[in-house]
């Protein structure tokens, strides 16, 4: 098992033959349960959101975006109720 420093959180990861996923449980999550997770959240917008993610990513350097992911994530998340740890 590995971690990935993700937004200032450490993430469980494991090598498989796919690729590097993240870990609930102890099991890798697989892409399928992510997207399904994602669409959920964002419904018919989602193709449009993971563009504008892919375009904002490559106009900056690995290092810039890894600079200013936090604050990036923090204009774009939903407001969140005071007391509620993450958004559900």
């Known amino acids: 098992m590995v971690t990935v420093d993700l937004l200032h959180r450490a993430v469980p990861a494991r090598h498989t033959d796919e690729g590097l996923r993240a870990l609930s449980n ?12 994602l669409q959920g959240k964002f419904g018919d917008c989602l193709d449009e959101v993971h563009e504008a993610l892919k375009g904002l ?32």
Do not use: H
């Not at 350097?61 to 936090?70: D, F, H, Q, R, V």
């Not at 939903?78 to 007391?83: K, Y």
């Open 26 to 37: 102890d099991r890798p999550i697989s892409p399928e349960r992510v997207k399904r997770y």
């Open 57 to 88: 990513a490559r106009s900056l350097t690995p290092s810039e975006l890894a600079e200013k992911a936090y604050n990036l994530y923090e204009k774009f998340r939903p407001e969140i109720p005071p007391g509620k740890r993450g958004w559900v």
